[in-house]
């Protein structure tokens, strides 16, 4: 039997006690640098205290065929994204399956981002696939996702999401940092939280890296030893998007429409877009950063791994600015880590998506909920 249900009936009992509950996040990329599963045991106090614990965590990058399909997805009509949304479902049913079996964890619910392939908040649409029924049929654990799609109906971006958990979980950082497919920054500033969609990173990055027939470019390498394209630097760094005031997210349309296009119409080598493209990722994060509060800023996601680009934004950074780089799950795992988080508030009813990030027209707890027994 199939169960679906809104807020108001999704709430499940057992997150209502202070008691461990495990649950695993589920994250896929825009830049589609691989699929991350975490394992995380969360708890709450009575007052509202939350804190984590990875039990387990792995990444696998997409073999060749889900490569393929994810990367032209955007361009697939509704019918077929309706077979796609089932077949990556029972994917993710599969290698969360195969994940929780490995490591003998047994999980209270799944929390899954799914795959964002349409992001239009300004149209009113939003759509990651990966279908939660197929899912939850698969492993025979109730799943939570779909977490964007309520508050675009708000009137909100969607995006971003993982604020929640840098208030719940990393508090004691002076601002977060994710540079994933897209970067995004969050911060706490007059009692409230300013979070939004910076540049891109890794949707740029890994495209310009798979013209040369590598996955990504490690460590920035290849970017290192290009000269950069002052001309094409000028047109990004004029881009209309970084005049816009938060909130503001964003999405593969834009990085197709607006970006996507100026590097394909200039005639110059990879190493040099390369070394373009990381010039300019790490002039927009220095200039949004310095914004922000002094302080420690916690560095994650994939493009905290490319060392280049880190080593570009220290430059532009002053001393009041300190990046930190994590070790271990976190530096990878961070959003995977945060949707568990996500998936949990979901479960007991409270907010999880602040309208104060999104602008939507008030707080909510997003996200569909899924039962197949």
Known sequence: MYFWSMLQTAIDPTFASAKPEIVIGVMSGTSMDGLDICAVELIVSEKGAWKYKVLASESQNYSPYWFDVLNTAFAKTRSELTEINIEYGNFLGEQVKRFCESEK??????ASHGHTVHHRPLEGYTFQIGCGATLSKVTGIPVVCD????????GGQGAPLVP???????????????????????YTIGGGILAYDVTLVNVLLNRLANKLGKPYDSEGSIAKHGIVNHELLHQLETL??????????????????????????????????????????ALRLANDLIKGPHGKILVTGGGALNTFLIESLRQNLPCTHELVLPKGELIVHK????????????????????????????????GRYFYVQ
């Open 105 to 110: 964890i047994t999980p209270a619910i799944i």
């Open 335 to 366: 959003e995977a880590i945060a949707f568990a988080l996500l998936g949990a508030l979901r479960m007991r009813g409270e907010v999880n998506t602040l309208s104060s990030v999104t602008g939507a027209r008030n707080d909510s707890s997003g």
């Open 240 to 281: 209309p998007y970084y005049k816009n005031a938060p909130p503001k997210s964003l999405g593969r349309e834009w990085f197709e429409e607006q970006v996507w296009t100026l590097f394909e119409s200039c005639e110059t080598s990879i190493e040099d877009l390369l070394a373009t493209a990381t010039r300019h990722i």
């Open 164 to 186: 929640i958990a840098d208030r719940l979980l990393f508090k004691n950082y002076s601002q977060c940092l994710n540079l994933g497919g897209f970067a995004n920054v969050s």
């Open 147 to 154: 977490f964007r799609t309520l508050d675009v109906e708000l």
